[in-house]
């Protein structure tokens, strides 16, 4: 077996089982793996100097395809009804048959880190046949510095091959791929997917199990902190506006996507930022495009024109394309990924129902319950015959990358919210005037002006009402605001139409939270939307 770069030969690919390949690549450089993902056809190179790469089949992750290993240490900590079981013995022969699939082969290692708090850090050893995804993992996460490779000490590891194809009746899955984790021994298994997004994802999950026992609260959220350090949280799902509005110029960025909160603060398991690609502008998102055109960033599955120029309109081959770049490519970019406890904290939900107000204050047993929600709604598509809305809850704004119970993150949130004071808001950044097709998308200059107001403090002091449906504060107005917004019902034409709407999304809301009613106290139970309206 060759072996290229830097490594720490006792700790190789080697000791865990990977002796029959042909040639590892220990931790190279972007230039090195531009050249081995370009020299082996996996990847090409845009007019702008970014590697470009396609996935075929799989464009986004495979949640139904991913599985825990459930044993003694895993029975009683993991939330079965979310996460798919796959026994010892089945992962047991899933790694065997991966091993020696991978005989012959050429891999690349990278060491890296997840969590840049160095008491909740994991070492992450990511093994993959592909050099591109060997680049991509390099951008996400946290590189340790190089005279410390020699010494470096896996705490997890990630084998990913997608030209695997796992076997449903021999490996107990559900199809050729897979993303087995096996959490008591900190191994990762990948295949028949070549969806970078995976690795990192893995990272999280595993984090997401270890940090909650050492009181540490890990959030699918983006973070920031301004210049009196006053950090703040963005939870939210996919497209309510997570990367957008936390690259704010005037505050120094701490990450996009995942983060921790602990005794020393708030900080990123990332190095990097994976941002979503398609309609990508210049106008709209300065810097994100701006990484974009850099040496290093990986674009995954965008369409390049003629001249090697991305169209990040072009949804072709999807409409999850992505930017993946480390995060000192964005020029306010924190260099230690460190911040102080939070100061505010905001949910956001993209509403195409038309309903929720564009901010509202919460109590803390509301911000439990919003985060248990994990509310936002998809619009319609474009299958015939579909029309409305859709609502979408994944508790805690990441359901697919949670091992243990919501209600063990919600508590722990909750805790350290009472703790140390935090304000919470819920944002809409969906519809107002009208659900998705009939009203318009909230105006993204009055939700970053009540951004502003929220994170100056100066929103504390605004008049409030309390909303008839959802219970929380809203402001009745705010300078800069046009003060009609502020009230959802009185943009609608038809304020019945609006009731009925609402109706049925605080129906959907009750409904959705009845599985974790035996799970939090009684001021949590009484958050729930709708309650005004059947006392009344």
């Known amino acids: 077996m060759e072996q290229l770069g830097l490594y720490n030969p006792a700790n190789g ?62 029975e009683d900590k993991i939330w079965w009804d979310n996460n798919k079981p796959m026994s010892p013995e089945h992962f047991a022969v899933l790694k065997a048959d991966m091993l020696a699939h991978a005989a012959g082969r050429e891999l690349f290692v990278q060491d890296l880190i997840g969590g840049a708090d160095a008491d909740n850090a994991l070492p992450t050893r990511v093994v993959t046949e592909y050099a591109w995804h060997a680049l991509f993992i390099r951008n996400l996460l946290i590189r340790p510095k190089r005279d410390t490779l020699g010494s470096f000490e896996q705490k ?19 199809s050729e791929t897979v993303i ?12 028949g997917t070549s969806y970078a997004g995976e690795n990192k994802k893995s990272v999280f999950t595993v984090l997401n199990y270890l940090l909650p026992a050492k009181g540490v609260m890990p959030m699918h959220c983006s973070a920031n902190v301004g210049a009196e350090g006053d950090t703040a949280v963005f939870f939210g799902l996919s497209g309510t506006g997570k990367t957008t509005l936390s690259a704010d110029p005037a505050r120094t960025l701490i990450g996009d996507d995942e983060h921790g909160w602990g005794e020393n603060g708030v900080f990123n398991f990332e190095g990097g930022c994976y941002a979503k690609a398609i309609k990508l502008s210049a106008e709209a998102e300065p810097e994100i495009y701006a990484a974009t055109r850099r040496f290093g960033t990986v674009l995954e599955n965008v369409v390049l024109d003629e001249n090697r120029v991305p169209n990040f309109d072009d949804n072709s ?163 800069g605001v046009e003060t009609a917004i502020l009230d959802p019902r009185s ?10 709407q609402a109706a049925k999304l605080v129906s959907m809301f009750i409904k959705n939270f009845e599985k974790f009613e035996a799970h939090v106290d009684a001021k949590v139970k009484d958050a729930a939307p709708g309650l005004l309206i059947a006392a009344e």
């Open 156 to 174: 997890l590891t990630i084998i990913n091959l997608p030209s695997f194809r796992a076997d449903p009746e021999r490996h107990g899955c559900r």
């Open 317 to 479: 081959l999807t409409e999850n394309t992505r930017s993946a770049y480390p995060l000192h490519f964005i020029p306010n970019a924190s260099e230690t990924g460190l911040a102080p406890h939070p100061k505010t904290i905001i949910m956001l939900t993209a509403d195409a129902f038309g309903v929720m107000p564009p901010i509202a204050r919460l109590t803390p047993e509301q911000a439990m319950y919003h985060f248990l929600s994990g509310y936002t709604a998809k619009v319609a598509g474009t299958e015939k015959g579909v029309t409305e809305p859709e609502a979408t809850f994944s508790t805690c704004f990441g359901a697919p990358f949670m091992p243990r119970h919501p209600a063990e993150y919600g508590n722990l949130l909750k805790e350290l919210i009472a703790k140390h004071g935090v304000d919470c808001w819920l944002v809409n950044t969906g519809w107002t005037g009208g659900a998705y097709g009939t009203g318009r998308r909230m105006p993204i200059k009055a939700t970053r002006a009540l951004l502003t107001s929220a994170l100056n403090g100066s929103l504390k002091n605004a008049e409030f009402r309390t909303d008839a449906n959802f219970g929380f504060a809203v402001p009745v107005s705010v300078d």
């Open 180 to 191: 087995a984790c096996d959490l008591a021994n900190g191994l990762v298994l990948i295949g």
């Open 491 to 500: 943009t609608w034409a038809d304020s019945l139409a609006y009731d009925n």
């Open 13 to 74: 690919v080697a000791a865990i089982g990977l002796d029959k390949v042909s040639r590892v690549n220990y931790n190279l450089s972007e230039v090195e793996l531009y050249e081995e993902a370009i020299r082996r056809g996996e990847a090409d190179l845009t007019a702008d100097g970014a590697l470009r790469a396609v996935t075929g089949q799989h464009t986004g992750r495979s949640p139904k395809d991913k599985f825990v290993v459930r044993d003694a240490v895993t």
